[in-house]
Nanobody, 116 residues
């Protein structure tokens, strides 16, 4: 499975961005996909996850009500709509996919910078 993120960039505090992650390869066996982020000097943290059918989602408490994760199976693409961003959310955002019995896959990451 190969994952490619896009949509990062510079946004002002309070603004919005939509990240995309397109999967290729053995995508048929992906169980869950998710977004993680890693700020400078901090550990990578989970932002949101979604099941293969899109029927179940889970979010970090810090983003609930502001971020929305979704998938378009026809396009093999996952999205993260982010709103009301704050400078503390400046980080590299990574796409992740999990295949049962096969392990986890990561994208190269996309930088999100929130200016104050």
């Amino acid at each position: 499975v190969q994952l490619v993120e896009s949509g990062g960039g510079l946004v002002q505090a309070g603004g919005s961005l939509r990240l995309s992650c397109t999967a290729s390869g053995n995508t048929f066996s992906i169980n869950t996909m998710g977004w993680y982020r890693q700020a400078p000097g901090k550990q990578r943290e989970l932002v949101a996850v979604i099941t293969s059918g899109g029927g179940s989602t889970n979010y970090a408490d810090s983003v609930k009500g502001r971020f929305t994760i979704s998938r378009d199976p026809a396009k093999n693409t996952m999205y993260l709509q982010m709103s009301s961003l704050n400078p503390e959310e400046t980080a590299v955002y990574y796409c992740n996919a999990f295949r049962l019995g096969m392990g986890m896959y990561w994208g190269q990451g996309t930088q999100v910078t929130v200016s104050s």
